[in-house]
């Protein structure tokens, strides 16, 4: 980011290392850019994301690097800059939401505005309790308040106070689909006349999908890639984070033949006999199952195999199937049903290649 | 009675005092990760384990006219600061001092670090965050504190008879005062104000556990 510190953005070179008592050490290093609107810093447990945004709001010390927001450098190694936690002016909701048990939410919410005569306070109050649909809840206490009411009101809290840049620490977890929906919906309305950079931290694929937004993805302390949802988490370079973007199907392979001009190799898988043209990473949604050999197909990858374990996982049942190698295969509970499928039978497995990923 | 008043007034300073006192002192054990906090924790823990006598004696000395803490008396006040009121309750707050601080340091561990983190974000510096976060929050074991610190004092013998002698309306405490009763065999006597005590002490015992259970915090968890 050099001299320059832009307005509206959030950038950040932080390093930052840390060593456990297992002498196992930890090093996050990385460098991003935040421009306004929602972006989405994903990554397995562990990557160092929460590290990351306690790295922005001061509540822990980077060894080296520069963090600027809002037009102004919040911490610089170089110059021996490090802006206290109180004076950041960074919002932060933690996962916990962290709401003060013995005040209300108005109290709650008016914390952070102490600057302000005792008429203005209410009115911002007021205002933005509204603009997150809780104003009717003002007067209670967080444990008189149910779950998604919760989330809005620490929400409203971080945000009344006109922050440069807004943390979010898997603010949402726990909460349906449509609700946490609602809730985004409403932040994006607020920001959409602020635009500040919003750093949204997530483990959820289908929280990522949800918000649609750019994604910055964090495997073991490092960026491993920044860009649209689909363009990071659809081609997942590392295993882990292929993992954590719900690749069930890791498989190595030994590339036979590469056909540049078709857009396809020819891979021997693991110490099989199976042979696949593509590469590697199959979801366990994306795979198709068949009791007889297929015919007439589109998809080119079809190999034989025994369905060796069966179980039901909530609304879907997983197979484990052997075909030499071993597969995850996610299917509805009808399917099973329909085909008569047994640990023991015979199937064939049918993979498209679209849905098939290189993962290193 | 006039014990009895006496040793309410010294109670009741001690008590105020440890509050003043020990808030700051806990506060530091809670929150600072200085390595040689062990050692104050130590000095602080210090009157549990020795015997009053022990404690009494240490701070006669000192208070004495040729102790530092009794020339500095002297030097201000123009009287010694053994077997005085004032005395009495200098060695009465050391001798109750892990009584106020424990319970302080066990419920300002108690709050959440997350609620620290979410105050100092939303912009409010130590001092604030710990008058409107901590501070609420750990009433239970302020409460605690005041009521051990007070109980305690009224209680004591060893250390007031070491100090403070038995000087009757300055020095002569209740339980000093049973304690002649029953040399001079005036055992009804030394029977009522023990009564006194006994259900002084249950009274305050209770504060402490109702407190603790939270039945008077209306912000409890259910």
Redesign the interface.
Known sequence: MGGEVNATMLAARIRKERRSADASSFVLDVSIEVSPGITILFGASGAGKSTLLDCV???ARPDEGQIAAGGEVLFDSARGIHV?????????V?Q?L?????LSAEENVA??L?ELREEERREQVEAILKAFRVEKLGKQ?P?KISGGEKQRIALA??LV?EPRVLLLDEPLTGLDAELKASIVDDLRAWNAAKGIPILYVTHSREEVDALGERVIALDNGRVASTGRPMDVLDAPRRKKLAQAAGFENLLSATVLDLREADGVMRVKLGDSACEIEVPLGYAAGDILLATEPPRGLSARNVLDGRIVSLEQRGTMAMARVDCGIAFIVHITPGAVRELELTAGRRVWVVLKTHSCHLVE | MEALWLSMRLAACVAVILLVIGTPVAYGLAFSNWRGKFLLESVVALPLVLPPTVLGFYALVAMGPRGPLGKLWIALFGHGLAFTFGGLILASVLYSLPFAVQPLIASFEGV?R??L?????????GL?TFC??IL??SLPGAVTAAVLSFAHTLGEFGVVLMVGGNLAGVTRTVSIDIYDHVQSLEYGQANRMALVLLAISFVVLSVVYAVNRRVWT??A??
């Not at chain 1, 962290?98 to 013995?102: R, S």
Request: no cysteine; glycine share 8%; aromatic share 10%.
């Open positions: 709001a001061g509540l206290p936690t109180p004076k950041r002016r960074t919002a932060y933690f916990t962290a709401l003060f048990p013995h914390y952070g102490t206490r444990d809290r971080s106070t | 959440d997350k609620l983190d979410a105050s100092a974000v939303l912009g409010a510096g604030r409107r976060v609420p929050l209306p912000w968890a259910k």
